[in-house]
């Protein structure tokens, strides 16, 4: 009789035990899964200040699709808040790109200052291959020297390759956006359709590359 009133008392206390424990686990876990979602908000913010500094903007995901026939609108850029450094690289980028006059051989030392600009514009952590700048270069400078090729508006157009060389911060289908804006200005510039294809194959290949490096918090 003893030993089951024994038994009967430490039911209840072991119940409590367990309960206490259990109640240990789940703060602990939650614990965690803050501090979890504290670092990723953080990490959020600091790439939010990185796009800043690039001039990267991402375009609204509500905007509504451009008329057929007409080139799409280039993606909005913050130029009041770009770091300074990098919209001195920027510019020099659209000079290099102004320095490649239609209708003349593009020689190598233009190519060489136009390579240079896109090493030194890819500021993120993963950056593009040489081998994949080389490309780019090549096929961009040969259809800005065509006869027929007159563009309007090299500013843009260095800021949207500079946004593509520093896509790390933007999803991929944002990045993409930027591809098929940068597209739209070398078509109305005259561009051949073949070379707008190459070039846009080379940017894509670039926002791959960049996309596939970065850190699983921000896939």
């Known amino acids: 009789m003893a030993r089951l009133q024994s038994e009967q008392e430490s039911t209840p206390l072991n119940m409590k035990r367990s309960l206490a424990f259990v109640l240990v686990l789940s703060v602990a ?15 959020k913010r600091q790439r939010d200040i990185n796009n800043e500094q690039q001039g990267i903007a991402p375009p609204p995901p509500s905007a509504p699709a451009p008329q057929p026939g007409t080139p799409p609108p280039a993606p909005a850029v913050g130029p009041r808040t770009i770091n300074p450094a990098q919209q001195l690289n920027i510019d020099k980028l659209q ?20 390579q240079a600009d896109f090493l030194l514009l890819a500021k993120g952590a993963t950056k593009p291959s040489k081998e994949s700048l080389t490309r780019l270069t090549d096929d961009l400078s040969s259809a800005l020297a065509d006869k027929n090729v007159s563009v309007k508006d090299h500013a843009q157009l260095a800021k949207n390759l500079n ?8 999803s991929a289908p944002q990045a993409t956006t930027f591809v098929t804006a940068t597209q739209g200005i070398l078509k109305a510039a005259g561009v051949a359709d073949a070379d707008l294809q190459t070039i846009g194959k080379d940017l894509k290949a670039i926002v791959t590359e960049i996309q596939n490096g970065k850190p699983r918090l921000f896939q």
């Not at 876990?29 to 990490?43: D, H, I, S, T």
């Not at 593009?106 to 136009?114: A, F, I, Y």
């Open 163 to 170: 946004i593509i060389l520093n896509n790390g911060g933007l």
């Open 95 to 114: 000079t290099d790109l102004v320095a490649i006059p239609a209708g003349s051989p593009v020689t190598p030392e233009q190519k060489q200052r136009l």
């Open 29 to 43: 876990a939650g614990n965690l899964f803050g501090q979890a979602e504290l670092v990723k908000e953080r990490a």
